[in-house]
């Protein structure tokens, strides 16, 4: 007998065990965890990873190999006799290798305007994947109200079971007609179609975050209602970063802008065969080689220094503007919310008062249903408008929690 009681026990806890519970935040990080954008995290990584690895290798020795065939109008001529007579085609065949041995700083730059652009992609992806929470949060708060809809619902579906009783019993001792208990019993069918109804709706929500959290979701799927918050005026949101990182990409290219025109220093060492060798003065192919230092100096970009100069403090400009209007708007979508959140409280705070009211009201016409003096339809009235009243309730509760949650991640918060 024990063993069979042990097997009932593991059926009837089985489906409770199986139930999936999930919370808001469960949802905000499995959303964004499976959001396919998210792979782009690690191609952005790696992006940057070898795009600064490419602009080290220019502290590296550097190997060129290079050619040409002339032919010259004149060439040197000795004139002692028996001296030999210069080619007027030559020939060279050269391989150089150079080190940079100073560059300004091109090269250190180089990698920070890369780590400065891969840090603007990276953010970039953030600000794209923090906008998720806004989806899922207005499919989460949508069940949540669904889930209260039902429970209002079956409250109301008790009411009217309870009519159904007592106008029965009436009916029976002659003191109902039996169109009140018919009337009585289409109220209950459509009760019921609202059920149907809701738990379509609350499938249909469930799918669709299904997809976004990458898990499946049945019927059973329960959500639990978060705790009420506060709502933070800070702003922390995730493209104020975003703007840093931009701001500090132009701030790179400025420094880049001085190293332009800065002189360049390299070693060489060159290796040639050709016609003529160094040794001018013969006129056979062989091998030869040189090395020294180099020096150079580009003053060509003195020339669009200042423009690009301004460039870069338009391009500044534009930046610090874009972050101002964006403070601006999130400013005025949180003023609205926290408008909304105190709307919403008032509300709760009447919605409490006329529940209680219409409870009472509806306590009294259970008595006098059965006692005939009132219709059914009178009954239903009473029902209906004390539900109603539960329903504008449950709508502000729910309402007022996602004002405060979207309040926050308006904020960043």
């Known amino acids: 007998m024990m063993k069979y009681l042990v097997w009932a026990m593991l059926l009837c806890t089985t489906p409770l065990m199986a139930q999936t519970v ?16 998210i792979k782009q995290r690690e191609l952005i990584s790696r992006t940057g990873n070898y795009t600064v690895a490419n602009a080290a290798k220019g502290y590296l020795p550097q190997l060129n190999f290079s050619g040409q065939a002339t032919y010259q109008s004149q060439v040197v001529e000795i004139p002692f006799p028996g001296a030999p007579q210069l080619s007027k085609d030559q020939y060279k065949v050269q391989a150089e290798v150079s080190q940079t041995l100073f560059d300004g700083g091109n090269i250190h730059y180089q990698k920070e305007l890369s780590k400065a652009n891969t840090a603007i992609q990276q953010q970039q992806l953030e600000v794209n994947l923090y906008n998720i929470k806004d989806r899922v949060s207005q499919l989460f708060f949508g069940i949540l109200l669904i889930d209260e809809q039902l429970r209002q619902n ?78 933070p005026a800070e702003i922390r949101r995730p493209e104020l970063l975003l ?70 403090h338009i391009s500044k400009q534009d930046v610090d503007v874009r972050k101002e209007t964006f403070l601006f708007d999130t400013k005025l979508t949180m003023t609205r919310q926290q408008i909304e959140a105190a709307q919403y409280s008032d509300l709760i705070h009447q919605d409490e008062e006329i529940i209680a009211l219409r409870t009472s009201v509806k306590k009294a016409a259970v008595a006098q249903l059965e006692n005939g003096v009132i219709t059914s339809h009178d009954y239903i009235s009473h029902v209906n408008a004390e539900s109603q009243a539960r329903q504008n309730l449950i709508l502000h509760e729910i309402q007022l929690l996602q004002v405060q949650y979207n309040n926050r991640n308006t904020s960043g918060n």
């Open 243 to 312: 703007y840093d990182y931009q701001q500090r990409s132009y701030e790179v290219q400025e420094k880049q802008l001085k190293v332009n025109y800065l002189p360049k220093v390299s070693a060489f060492v060159q290796g040639s065969y050709g016609r003529p060798t160094l040794n001018f003065v013969s006129n056979e192919f062989g091998f030869y080689a040189l090395g020294g230092i180099r020096f150079s100096w580009g003053l060509g970009s003195l020339y669009t220094n200042k423009n690009s100069k301004q460039l870069l």
């Open 22 to 37: 999930l919370t808001l935040e469960d949802c905000y990080q499995l959303a964004q965890k499976n959001y396919p954008l």
């Open 154 to 231: 079956e409250l109301r579906m008790e009411d009217i079971r309870s009519g159904i009783h007592k106008t029965e019993g009436a009916v029976n001792n002659g003191t109902a007609l039996r169109s009140n208990l018919d009337e009585l019993k289409a109220e209950l069918l459509n009760t019921e179609q609202l059920r149907v109804q809701l738990r379509a709706s609350r499938q249909g929500y469930l799918q669709v975050l299904a997809l976004f959290i990458n898990q499946p979701l049945d019927d059973q799927a329960l959500l639990t209602r978060p705790a009420p918050t506060t709502m």
